[in-house]
T-cell receptor, first 114, second 116 residues
Framework: DAGVIQSPRHEVTEMGQEVTLRCKPI?????LFWYRQTMMRGLELLIY????????DSGMPEDRFSAKMPNASFSTLKIQPSEPRDSAVYFC????????????FGEGSWLTVV | AQTVTQSQPEMSVQEAETVTLSCTYD???????LFWYKQPPSRQMILVIR??????QNATENRFSVNFQKAAKSFSLKISDSQLGDAAMYFC?????????????FGKGTRLSVIA
């Protein structure tokens, strides 16, 4: 089975530009998580969805960040406008409905904002 | 809110030797799930081992085992016969058993170096 698929793997963009990160969860998984990893702050949960519904977006840093999950097989994380401090690795992860089951991660999207 | 603490930012081990990475957590829940993830330089997050809090038996996966002390809220990872490929960041993580899926809460990580 294919794992969690993220795109793009790497992106370099200029400050002020819009960035869209994409994620395809593992088929059959009903929970999807977006994490951000930086040296300073480690791994932070940004938002997560259950059955395509956002459950907790308290980790979204500010209004420049938005996330959607229009269906069970696709999610986006958008940053508009981007700033240099948004440079990080963004992970998408998914899990099935079984309580406490393993969360599987994608390979991450490395974002650099210059 | 739950917190996870990894008190060792960096560790090193000689190839073929054994190393233990520490993790403590804080929770008021009686049932939960604990994980160790490995992150090599590629940044991929790879599950190493998983422990259910209601199980007294410590989980093992080949050369990897845990020492789960529920009363002490401690969850250490032991790597036996260390190999060069074990060099990575290791993250301890907690997951609540709440109805509906819940996210992982991560520690800050321990960077493990393996010396040939």
């Amino acid at each position: 089975d294919a794992g969690v698929i993220q795109s793009p793997r790497h992106e370099v963009t200029e400050m002020g530009q819009e960035v869209t990160l994409r994620c395809k969860p593992i088929s059959g998984h009903n929970s999807l998580f977006w994490y951000r990893q930086t040296m300073m702050r480690g791994l932070e949960l940004l938002i997560y969805f259950n059955n395509n519904v956002p459950i907790d977006d308290s980790g979204m840093p500010e209004d420049r960040f938005s996330a959607k999950m229009p269906n069970a097989s696709f999610s986006t994380l958008k940053i508009q406008p981007s700033e240099p401090r948004d440079s990080a690795v963004y992970f998408c992860a998914s899990s099935n409905h079984i309580i406490g089951n393993t969360i599987y991660f994608g390979e991450g999207s490395w974002l650099t904002v210059v | 809110a739950q917190t996870v603490t990894q008190s060792q930012p960096e560790m090193s081990v000689q190839e073929a030797e054994t190393v233990t990475l520490s993790c403590t957590y804080d929770t008021s829940e009686s049932d939960y799930y604990l994980f160790w993830y490995k992150q090599p330089p590629s940044r991929q997050m790879i599950l190493v081992i998983r422990q259910e809090a209601y199980k007294q038996q410590n989980a093992t996966e080949n050369r990897f085992s845990v020492n789960f002390q529920k009363a002490a809220k401690s969850f250490s990872l032991k790597i036996s016969d260390s190999q060069l490929g074990d060099a990575a960041m290791y993250f301890c993580a907690y997951r609540s058993p709440s109805a509906g899926n819940t996210p992982l809460v991560f520690g800050k990580g321990t960077r493990l170096s393996v010396i040939a």
